[in-house]
């Protein structure tokens, strides 16, 4: 699902930007960029021990970051 809202996480009032991983990938090859590599981050368990809370983060990516070339 696509979508933005506001949230209090790492800092007040951040806008996070919600997107498919479809459309992130098709994005950056209808611009002409190929992807080079892709890491999604999940907590580790000892940041779960540590936090609690994040451990329904498990469920799904927090974030992904995705390194690309132009071609």
Excluded at 15 to 34: C, M, P, Y
Excluded at 39 to 64: G, N, S, V
């Amino acid at each position: 699902m696509q979508s933005e809202h506001r949230t209090d996480w790492l800092a007040q009032s951040i806008l996070k930007h919600h997107q498919t991983l479809a459309t992130t990938i098709n994005t950056l090859l209808v611009a002409g960029f190929a992807p080079r590599r892709i890491k999604e981050f999940a907590p580790t368990q000892d940041q779960i021990e540590a936090m609690p809370e994040l451990a329904e983060e498990k469920e799904r990516p927090m974030m992904l970051v995705v390194s690309a070339f132009k071609i």
